[in-house]
């Protein structure tokens, strides 16, 4: 039965949960881009706008299933404002600052642990990285190949992820936060950088 009003729900409603139960099963099943908030609160029979007062936004609603502490959508958001100057940088602070949080970092690997063990899992995190990460990274670039070169921006963040925090590779896992940045910065850059025309 649908709850046609809106605002806070009454009382003990368990609302929410129906919501996360909901776009679970819709994310997995369509993935991150085509589920829409209509949809999630339709299938759990609730007002749409509940959506945004629980979760503040699909991409907030698509952390809290996943058990994320933090939304990579919403870091790359804002270190992508402020244009494509020295966006290198600001990408490696805004993760770092994020990622060195150790309960980020034990969220983080469960997560990678059902990427690696459940298809459905895999496919709807690689449609959200597709669309949330690396088209907004690619939106901020300028010239040609700008989602090619996202998409290899993508892979070096993976890579400083999987080397720092699950495998802890050494000198990596022990330098600071300027450190990465001031090693790892130029070759996000030059990832990021149009590609000269032959």
């Given at each position: 039965?649908?709850?046609?009003?809106?605002?806070?729900?009454?009382?003990?409603?368990?609302?929410?949960?129906?919501?996360?139960?909901?776009?679970?099963?819709?994310?997995?099943?369509?993935?991150?881009?085509?589920?829409?908030?209509?949809?999630?609160?339709?299938?759990?029979?609730?007002?749409?706008?509940?959506?945004?007062?629980?979760?503040?936004?699909?991409?907030?609603?698509?952390?809290?299933?996943?058990?994320?502490?933090?939304?990579?959508?919403?870091?790359?958001?804002?270190?992508?404002?402020?244009?494509?100057?020295?966006?290198?940088?600001?990408?490696?602070?805004?993760?770092?600052?994020?990622?060195?949080?150790?309960?980020?970092?034990?969220?983080?690997?469960?997560?990678?642990?059902?990427?690696?063990?459940?298809?459905?899992?895999?496919?709807?995190?690689?449609?959200?990285?597709?669309?949330?990460?690396?088209?907004?990274?690619?939106?901020?670039?300028?010239?040609?190949?700008?989602?090619v070169r996202a998409g290899a921006?993508?892979?070096?963040?993976?890579?400083l992820f999987l080397t720092r925090?699950?495998?802890?590779?050494?000198?990596?896992?022990?330098?600071?936060?300027?450190?990465?940045?001031?090693?790892?910065?130029?070759?996000?850059?030059?990832?990021?950088?149009?590609?000269?025309?032959?």
């Amino acid at each position: 039965m649908v709850n046609n009003r809106r605002g806070r729900p009454a009382g003990g409603s368990n609302a929410r949960q129906r919501l996360i139960d909901a776009a679970e099963e819709l994310f997995l099943r369509d993935g991150f881009s085509r589920t829409t908030i209509r949809g999630i609160a339709g299938y759990a029979g609730v007002d749409h706008a509940l959506v945004n007062y629980y979760f503040g936004s699909k991409e907030g609603l698509f952390t809290a299933v996943m058990d994320l502490l933090a939304s990579p959508g919403e870091l790359v958001e804002h270190a992508t404002g402020a244009g494509p100057e020295h966006l290198a940088p600001r990408l490696l602070n805004a993760l770092l600052t994020t990622w060195d949080s150790p309960s980020v970092q034990e969220h983080s690997r469960r997560l990678l642990s059902a990427i690696q063990t459940d298809p459905t899992t895999r496919d709807a995190f690689r449609d959200y990285l597709e669309h949330q990460v690396i088209a907004q990274i690619a939106g901020t670039l300028t010239g040609r190949d700008a989602t090619v070169r996202a998409g290899a921006a993508a892979t070096v963040i993976a890579g400083l992820f999987l080397t720092r925090y699950v495998a802890r590779v050494e000198p990596i896992a022990g330098m600071t936060r300027p450190q990465v940045v001031g090693y790892l910065g130029p070759a996000l850059h030059a990832c990021l950088a149009p590609r000269p025309r032959r």
